[in-house]
Every structure is written in C-alpha cells, then in structure tokens.
C-alpha cells in the first residue's frame, strides 16, 4: 500500500489508469472485431445473409 494525496491520485494515478483503460478497450474491440472476420470470413455486411427460420418442436 502507498500514501499519497487524493489530489495526486486523481490527477496522476487515475488520469493514466483511465487512458490507458481506454487503449485497451480500443486495443480489444480492434482485436475481437479482427478475430470474428477472420473466423467468418465476413466483412460484417449481413444483409446477403438467408434467414432460415427454425422449426419449433
């Protein structure tokens, strides 16, 4: 544990704890979107997609 001011951790420890929060949020959208199409081999576009409906049982 470390003492430090509210202040100091406001403006210093947590203003880099967000931005880089933000990065990896990015980072992993960027990451999962590249994943799904490359996996599906999709641009994303779904409108050429059939639409099977499935029977109820």
């Known amino acids: 544990m470390v003492r430090i001011s509210r202040s100091f ?4 420890v947590w203003a880099e704890f967000s931005g880089l929060q933000t990065e990896l ?6 990451t999962v979107d ?8 999709s641009d994303g576009d779904d409108s050429a997609l059939d639409l099977v409906k499935i029977p109820s049982a």
Do not use: G, K, P
């Open 9 to 12: 951790f406001d403006h210093v």
């Open 25 to 30: 949020n990015i980072y992993f959208e960027e």
């Open 34 to 41: 590249h994943l799904i199409r490359t996996a599906m081999h």
